[in-house]
């Protein structure tokens, strides 16, 4: 016990420590977590995922919905401008490689159903934000050039969660017709995003009277995005896509308020609930906990990599290097003018996966009733885990090359310019 309280509170410290260190060191803490989770896993044999049991699925399940809810309120509608055409095409084009490539590798290569190995290429198809969104001021790019990233990182977010639980769906429901899989995407998204944008908008209106009259009423918003995400689930609805909408609506209630104020009359019900925004310290609050998940569940995936699965390791490490040779011409493609050389290097290697594609990783195993759904689920798992990890330290090792090469004298190294 005094070992294991000892360890935890270290590995927060460090965590931290690492946190600071980026600035100077341009190496994500994250990779600091993978090695501990490695060395306290796989290499020395000290933990493994199956000693706790179901609580891993619980932890993994409660990260998604921090994940989901915290990224939900930090997606913003204003500020967007010019970015949304290139951040959209970015986001779609560098989904759709990684379920195509996940599809031929999977299909072809390793014999997993259609359906599953399109599921394994969706759980790369995102960019880390925990790890790049810190990186912004540090690598100083161009303003048109910073606002694409962020916005990509929020859209890719989104649009990989959305489609990697769709196939999930209908992974689960057994069926492989595409127009079966849109529809039912289309129907269980369309109410999932519905109730969490109505008990969001309900709940800024109450909010109020539950922070000034109850006391520790901080983890309210979040105990409220577990029971969405629990109900909609019982119901048969994405609890995902409903925390996430919930979280939006929180993120963004002011400018959602002054839309409706326009359109509904002065004596409606609604529009006379002022809705209570989200305070500083509620925001800070939310990242202290993703903060802390983070950190856990990044040693977590480090003690989950099986280092004796050489083939699933190779395959990952194949499949990774593809995602980043290929995200170079889609930076070319898509963000022609407004971005100097240098943007444009380091954009084209900004393609870390993190938490959400490992959180969605690990999702088919969770689910696993019968053998051959197990030996999926540990296949996605161990490739996809895999992937994180070596994304990371490739994106690492780019960062420091180019950061090195924009140091050289002949190096473009010119601002961008923003095309009006």
């Known amino acids: 016990m005094e070992i294991t309280l000892i360890f935890t509170g270290a590995l927060i410290f ?22 501990v989770g490695l060395l306290i896993g796989p ?48 986001t779609i084009f560098n989904f759709l490689i990684p379920v195509a490539v996940g599809m031929a590798i999977g299909y072809w290569w390793i014999g997993l159903e259609l359906l599953p190995s399109a599921f394994m290429g969706a759980t790369v198809g995102s960019i880390s934000t925990p790890i790049i969104l810190p990186m912004l001021k540090q690598l100083k790019l161009g303003k048109k050039a910073e606002s694409v990233v962020f916005l990509e990182c929020a859209l890719s977010d989104i649009v ?3 489609g990697a639980l769709a196939l999930l769906d209908a992974m689960e429901s057994g069926s492989f017709s595409i127009s079966y899989t849109i529809k039912y995407m289309a129907i269980s998204l369309l109410f999932a995003t519905t109730i969490g944008a109505v008990v969001g908008y309900f709940w ?8 000034t009259k109850l006391k520790n009423s901080m983890f309210s918003s979040f105990a409220l995005a577990f029971i969405i995400y629990g109900v909609c689930e019982l119901i048969g609805v994405n609890g995902g896509m409903a925390v996430l909408s919930f979280g939006f609506v929180l993120g963004n209630i002011d400018e959602l308020s002054n839309a409706l104020d326009k359109r509904i009359p002065d004596k409606n019900f609604i529009k006379r609930r002022k809705p209570m925004l989200l305070m500083e310290d509620e925001k800070n609050f939310y990242s202290e906990i993703v903060f802390i998940f983070k950190t856990f569940f990044f040693v977590y995936i480090g003690m989950s990599i099986r280092l004796s699965e050489y083939a699933h390791i190779i395959m990952g490490i194949i499949f990774i290097v593809v995602m980043f ?22 954009m084209s290697i900004l393609n870390p996966k993190g938490l959400v ?9 969770q689910l ?27 994106f690492s090792l780019l960062i420091f090359l180019v950061e090195k090469f924009d140091k050289k004298p002949n190096s473009n190294t010119e601002p961008s310019t923003i095309d009006n």
Do not use: W
Not at 58 to 80: A, D, K, M, N, Q
């Open 14 to 35: 460090f965590s931290l420590i690492f946190n600071a260190l980026f600035e100077k060191t341009r190496i994500p803490n994250v990779l600091f977590l993978l090695f």
């Open 43 to 90: 290499v020395f044999n000290l933990v493994s995922p199956d000693d706790l049991g179901r609580l891993g699925k619980v932890f993994t399940t409660i990260t998604l919905i921090v994940i989901l809810y915290e990224s939900g309120t930090r997606l913003h509608l204003g500020g967007i401008g010019k970015a949304i055409g290139p951040a959209s095409l970015l």
């Open 160 to 162: 990989c969660l959305v």
């Open 204 to 211: 800024t209106s109450i909010r109020r009277l539950v922070v």
């Open 325 to 346: 040779i290929v995200r170079i011409p889609s930076i070319l493609l898509f963000c022609r003018n407004g971005y100097s050389a240098r943007d444009k290097r380091i």
């Open 357 to 365: 594609s490992a959180v969605l990783a690990s999702l088919p195993l």
């Open 368 to 394: 696993a009733v019968t053998e051959e759904q197990i030996r999926t689920g540990e296949v996605i798992q161990n490739i996809g885990y895999a992937s994180v990890m070596f994304s990371i330290i490739i």
